[in-house]
């Protein structure tokens, strides 16, 4: 079992934050993490350089946390609403999934990767759910979505 270690230059869940030195399978990074530029390899002037960048990461790490509270605030405010047909035990045809959440946060003029919604399963029965949003590593919106059935009357 080859490994190599590599320096992250991104936050990677379940393995580490930006700037760790980490060791990680020869094929996972050779064919994942390197080519998608997700981390760099661990010489002895690639660690040198990241350490004298960690300053400025430090800054832009607070800077970025700070932008993800802010949108966290406006995105708590965020309901979103969608009219499915239902079916007579009231599930739904088909379902809302994280693409039609995404969709739907665009149209509000809400520009944010549709990786970070965190949505576990389709939403298949009408009711209202808290749909959780990772703005950052540190910071985690919630929206309200409501599925109803198209057929009844939207409540005010």
Same mark, same amino acid.
């Given at each position: +079992?080859? +490994?190599?270690?590599?320096?992250?230059?991104?936050?990677? !869940?379940?393995?580490?934050?930006?700037?760790?030195?980490?060791?990680?399978?020869?094929?996972?990074?050779?064919?994942?993490?390197? /080519?998608?530029?997700?981390?760099?390899?661990?010489? #002895?002037?690639?660690?040198?350089?990241?350490? +004298?960048?960690?300053?400025?990461?430090?800054?832009? %790490?607070?800077?970025?946390?700070?932008?993800?509270?802010?949108?966290?605030?406006?995105?708590?405010?965020?309901?979103?609403?969608? #009219?499915?047909?239902?079916?007579?035990?009231?599930?739904?045809?088909?379902?809302?999934?994280?693409?039609?959440?995404? !969709?739907?946060?665009?149209?509000?003029?809400?520009?944010?990767?549709?990786?970070?919604?965190?949505?576990?399963? #389709?939403?298949?029965?009408?009711? %209202?759910? !808290?749909? #959780?949003?990772?703005?950052?590593? %540190?910071?985690?919106?919630?929206?309200?979505?409501?599925?109803?059935? %198209? !057929?009844? /009357?939207?409540?005010?």
């Amino acid at each position: +079992m080859a +490994m190599m270690e590599l320096l992250l230059k991104e936050d990677i !869940e379940n393995l580490g934050a930006r700037g760790d030195l980490v060791k990680v399978r020869a094929g996972y990074g050779r064919n994942f993490l390197l /080519p998608r530029g997700l981390a760099i390899q661990a010489t #002895p002037s690639n660690i040198k350089q990241i350490e +004298m960048q960690r300053r400025s990461l430090l800054k832009r %790490e607070a800077a970025e946390r700070e932008t993800a509270l802010q949108q966290s605030g406006l995105l708590g405010e965020v309901t979103l609403e969608f #009219p499915r047909k239902v079916g007579e035990h009231g599930l739904l045809y088909g379902s809302v999934t994280s693409m039609d959440i995404h !969709e739907a946060l665009v149209a509000k003029g809400y520009e944010l990767d549709r990786r970070r919604i965190q949505l576990k399963d #389709p939403i298949k029965e009408v009711g %209202e759910y !808290e749909v #959780p949003i990772k703005l950052h590593r %540190e910071v985690t919106a919630g929206i309200k979505v409501v599925v109803r059935n %198209e !057929e009844a /009357p939207a409540q005010a």
